[in-house]
């Protein structure tokens, strides 16, 4: 049986059944240079023989490197959905799962045996899940680390995926940079996109003094623009 079609199987196999997508910037991994091509189907090849020894997270740490290389393999992104859903990560997995069920022509031609399972999986994810929000993230800062805890999210921003409705706290770093901790409310009704503030480096950061005169018990300090 073929390598893929075996994973795919052993997927679904050892799953219980489970009970306005952002547009990520998409590429095409037949457009990668040679180099880059070979490292993607090593990864590829780590994935499933992590799948095959039921190492699920280090198969997911694996499928996450191969997805930040390129985004139109069929195999890898079914595989990360599935992952996701074994994992219990409900939203993670119906965003994965979403990206495909909007391709479905080319995942129909790539793979078959992932297009007959598709709907029945979203179907079921949906029941578990479905009022979960699609969401991005963007720092202006290039290569920030973003963290949201509660929801097991650690990767460079920007962010796409899914979260439950509610607040949540997104902790924002870089080596030589002040970490910043922020606050997202994902709200149905809302567009779902979220841009973070901008980090500083550390050597930019002062230290001030301020002497309140007799009586006062707060001072309020605001940027050039005013804003508190």
Request: glycine share 0%.
């Given at each position: 049986m073929n390598k893929r079609v075996w994973i795919i199987s052993a997927l679904t196999l050892l799953l219980l059944p489970a009970t306005a997508w952002a547009q990520r910037p998409e590429v095409d991994c037949n457009t990668l240079p040679e180099a880059d091509m070979q490292r993607f189907y090593e990864l590829s090849g780590e994935m499933s023989q992590a799948v095959d020894d039921q190492n699920f997270e280090e198969a997911l740490s694996v499928a996450k490197q191969a997805m930040a290389m390129c985004t139109s393999d069929t195999y890898t992104e079914y595989t990360l959905a599935r992952l996701y859903d074994l994992t219990n990560d409900c939203p993670d997995a119906f965003y994965h799962y979403e990206v495909l069920?909007?391709?479905?022509?080319?995942?129909?031609?790539?793979?078959?045996?992932?297009?007959?399972?598709?709907?029945?999986?979203?179907?079921?994810?949906r029941k578990k899940c479905g009022d979960a929000v699609t969401v991005e993230v963007t720092c202006p800062t290039p290569e920030t680390r973003l963290q949201i805890a509660s929801n097991n999210v650690d990767t460079v921003c920007p962010y796409y995926g899914k979260l439950m409705p509610g607040s949540y706290t997104v902790m924002l770093s870089k080596p030589d940079y002040v970490t910043v901790k922020e606050t997202i409310n994902v709200d149905p009704n809302s567009s779902g996109n979220f841009t973070m503030p901008e980090l500083y480096e550390v050597s930019k950061q002062g230290t001030i003094r301020v002497r309140c005169p007799r009586g006062a018990s707060k001072f309020v300090l605001t940027d050039s623009k005013g804003n508190v």
């Open positions: 069920a909007n391709r479905p022509d080319s995942v129909k031609k790539e793979n078959a045996d992932i297009y007959k399972e598709l709907n029945k999986h979203l179907k079921n994810i």
